[in-house]
């Protein structure tokens, strides 16, 4: 009807289409459908929203490039007028000298909607103040979305002091990766994409804008700073849009209560606002606890039922696949089967597991979730995330008759917004319970150590249990569980060398670390002994190794424990006397 009419009765039409999508939501091609006819009576919020569905529907490429489309008819930088005012505005304000720009607008708009999908859009102007940062600012960086999702569209401006603009061109935007991804494995590093600069000089403004979509959130949770936590921002805005069946709660961080409640213009549907003014960064903004602890923050959920609720919601395909699985596979319970008793062979397990399976993330390993395969499927590959080794540490712990929980945390976020039950997490461990005692296991770094929970989640909320579900906190590992101990022995002296031993063990996160770095320098360098060098002078730089004897290692344990023979240093005179 549509080509024999010419679109004819466009809005008869995408109303009797909005009517079907009711009976039949995730068709991909009804959405697509009516992205079309909305952006032909120009509604362009409702198009967008289609286009979104129809990403989310599987059809990725034809809704991402209508996404980019109306992207690229979007009038999205600040206009004359309104960055005349704020260049106004921020010479008045009285910062630092020292600050070499100032972000003049920061803004991050959210939309969800049917789908189960989240759409962020991120404008921001950048002025810059002086002329070292005019020569230090060389690009304007853009994380990449992790997970299922990505980026829809993004462009670069600068406005010049002078009054002329730049447009950059789409060559000087680039990607950074880690030369191991594999494009169909989403591994632990994140991509960057990269807005290389011009040359720049003080007064000018760099002015850009990205649309990001984040896939499969079926409970979506926003948490964003209202500032540029790199810069001094003058102007910051967060939004979150979503229709009138999904009731949007939020909370705030170290910023005021104020906000507005309204309806979006694009879509008709209910928005939330906070805006703020003059925020200067606090601590370091590479650290995501700092950045959102002591930042102003907003977050944004989906009204749920409490923390029981959600936790029922989250984990339960993480205990059915427990369930699901029959006996454990002989590969992995022979990994324990020598040694005895309940901790030891838990211990062993944990081992095992960290060290034969490579952290991955792989899309068929989702398609036997709930399979009672899916452990050999995992042995097999030798590749597998969170999820799958704390699956396999579940098996264990049934068969070794110990009590055990799934515990979900944020590693990404810093934060636990406790008063928004949502999916607030992106990271998946086991917790076993050993002579009445919690002991956390996260089989899914190469640093980790049994019965630690990761060091940037420890004191932070997390959720566990099994029916019922809440908060608890993380424990605090003591101070002595990261211990190193070297004992020098001095033997004498030969050519101004002092001769003699040391012997030295570590414990806990610095035993791994030291252990990972030896492997890593047996593989580069030319002989095991220069391998051991390199290492034992990570620790002790004025030692000279002659020979060494490894005593434990963290293959099977939390420490590492070796002697050495060598020369700790020359001995030099100062005033007449030897000293080391």
């Given at each position: 009807a549509m080509r024999a009419e010419g679109l004819g009765d466009a809005k008869g039409l995408a109303a009797s289409l909005e009517a079907y999508q009711d009976l039949c939501p995730t068709n991909p091609v009804v959405a697509l459908r009516l992205a079309f006819l909305f952006r032909h009576t120009k509604e362009f919020g409702k198009a967008e929203v289609q286009a979104l569905r129809a990403i989310a529907g599987n059809r990725s490429e034809p809704g991402a490039n209508f996404c980019r489309e109306l992207a690229e008819t979007r009038e999205w930088g600040l206009t004359d007028e309104r960055l005349k005012e704020l260049r106004e505005e921020a010479a008045t304000w009285d910062l630092d000298g020292h600050h070499g720009l100032v972000t003049l607008n920061n803004e991050r708009h959210y939309l969800t909607g049917p789908g189960d999908f989240v759409r962020e859009r991120h404008v921001s102007a950048i002025l810059v103040r002086r002329q070292a940062a005019a020569r230090k600012f060389r690009s304007v960086g853009i994380p990449m979305v992790s997970g299922w999702g990505g980026l829809l569209h993004t462009a670069a401006r600068v406005r010049r002091v002078g009054g002329t603009t730049d447009?950059?061109?789409?060559?000087?935007?680039?990607?950074?990766?880690?030369?191991?991804?594999?494009?169909?494995?989403?591994?632990?590093?994140?991509?960057?994409?990269?807005?290389?600069?011009?040359?720049?000089?003080?007064?000018?403004?760099?002015?850009?804008?990205?649309?990001?979509?984040?896939?499969?959130?079926?409970?979506?949770?926003?948490?964003?700073?209202?500032?540029?936590?790199?810069?001094?921002?003058?102007?910051?805005?967060?939004?979150?849009?979503?229709?009138?069946?999904?009731?949007?709660?939020?909370?705030?961080?170290?910023?005021?209560?104020?906000?507005?409640?309204?309806?979006?213009e694009g879509t008709g549907w209910n928005q939330v606002t906070f805006i703020r003014?003059?925020?200067?960064?606090?601590?370091?903004?590479?650290?995501?606890?700092?950045?959102?602890?002591?930042?102003?923050?907003?977050?944004?959920?989906?009204?749920?039922?409490?923390?029981?609720d959600m936790g029922g919601k989250l984990l339960k395909d993480y205990y059915e696949a427990v369930e699901a699985t029959g006996k454990i596979p002989e590969r992995l319970a022979s990994a324990y089967a020598d040694v005895s008793g309940t901790g030891a062979k838990l211990t062993r397990a944990f081992y095992w597991i960290r060290d034969h399976i490579k952290y991955a993330s792989v899309a068929s390993h989702h398609e036997v979730?709930?399979?009672?395969?899916?452990?050999?499927?995992?042995?097999?590959?030798?590749?597998?995330?969170?999820?799958?080794?704390?699956?396999?540490?579940?098996?264990?712990?049934?068969?070794l008759d110990v009590p055990w929980e799934f515990v979900l945390m944020s590693t990404e976020n810093g934060i636990i917004i406790e008063e928004l039950p949502a999916d607030q997490f992106d990271h998946v461990i086991l917790r076993a319970k050993i002579d009445g005692e919690w002991r956390y296991m996260d089989a899914s770094t190469n640093e980790a150590t049994f019965g630690a929970p990761p060091p940037m989640a420890q004191d932070l909320p997390a959720l566990a249990g099994r029916e019922p579900f809440g908060l608890i906190t993380l424990p605090v590992l003591p101070a002595d569980y990261n211990r190193i101990t070297i004992r020098q022995t001095l033997a004498g002296v030969d050519e101004g060398w002092l001769l003699g031993g040391i012997d030295v063990r570590l414990e806990g996160y610095a035993a791994r670390y030291l252990d990972e770095l030896w492997k890593h320098h047996s593989l580069t360098a030319v002989d095991p002994d220069r391998a051991a060098d390199d290492t034992v002078r990570a620790l002790l730089p004025q030692f000279h190794l002659d020979s060494v004897e490894r005593l434990q290692d963290t293959g099977e344990s939390d420490a590492l424990h070796f002697a050495a023979e060598g020369r700790h240093g020359r001995l030099v005179e100062l005033d007449g006397k030897r000293i080391a």
């Open positions: 447009v950059i061109n789409d060559d000087r935007f680039t990607v950074g990766s880690a030369e191991d991804d594999n494009p169909f494995i989403a591994v632990a590093r994140r991509s960057i994409g990269n807005w290389i600069l011009p040359d720049l000089e003080p007064g000018d403004v760099v002015d850009f804008t990205c649309d990001k979509v984040q896939l499969g959130q079926t409970r979506p949770f926003t948490l964003a700073n209202l500032a540029d936590p790199h810069c001094p921002t003058l102007h910051g805005l967060v939004s979150f849009t979503a229709p009138p069946a999904m009731e949007i709660e939020h909370a705030v961080r170290n910023s005021g209560p104020g906000y507005e409640t309204g309806l979006d003014e003059r925020m200067e960064p606090r601590r370091s903004h590479s650290d995501p606890y700092q950045l959102m602890a002591l930042n102003p923050v907003v977050a944004f959920a989906l009204k749920a039922d409490g923390w029981d979730l709930l399979s009672p395969e899916r452990a050999g499927f995992v042995l097999e590959s030798g590749m597998g995330d969170c999820k799958d080794v704390s699956y396999l540490l579940a098996l264990v712990c049934r068969d």
